[in-house]
């Protein structure tokens, strides 16, 4: 229920509906296209002017709120990548995979080399 509240819509393909499928069918359209629109009534006790202001600082607030969680977030995979890393950066991973591509190639080449050199008479 609270996926579905925060409007996750992998949450619905999720659910196993048994008995009236119409009767599901109505609610998730419902649910999917059901809005409170709270300036409204916000604008019933405080008026116009004031809902839509109060209504403007609360998506100001949330926008905040969102930018505030993404830069933390980022700000905490730089620290974990290049301060304490925690994390791989991809470059790092890249030459990584690079140098173990070498490292076989190497021990391929190697290994025929010693081949080679177990089958020459002595």
Request: net charge negative; no cysteine; aromatic share 8%.
């Amino acid at each position: 229920m609270l996926r579905l509240a925060a409007r996750d819509d992998s949450a619905w393909r999720e659910i196993d509906i048994t008995g009236d499928t119409d009767l599901a069918s109505a609610i998730h359209h419902v649910a999917r296209n059901l809005r409170w629109d709270f300036e409204e009534d916000l604008a019933r006790v405080f008026g116009d002017v004031a809902a839509h202001r109060m209504a403007e600082a609360g998506r100001t607030l949330r926008r905040w709120g969102e930018q505030a969680a993404d830069n933390t977030g980022r700000t905490f995979a730089e620290y974990w990548t290049e301060e304490q890393p925690l994390i791989a950066a991809a470059r790092d991973l890249e030459e990584f995979s690079r140098a173990v591509d070498q490292l076989r190639d190497d021990a391929a080449r190697l290994e025929k080399r010693l081949e080679q050199l177990g089958r020459k008479p002595q």
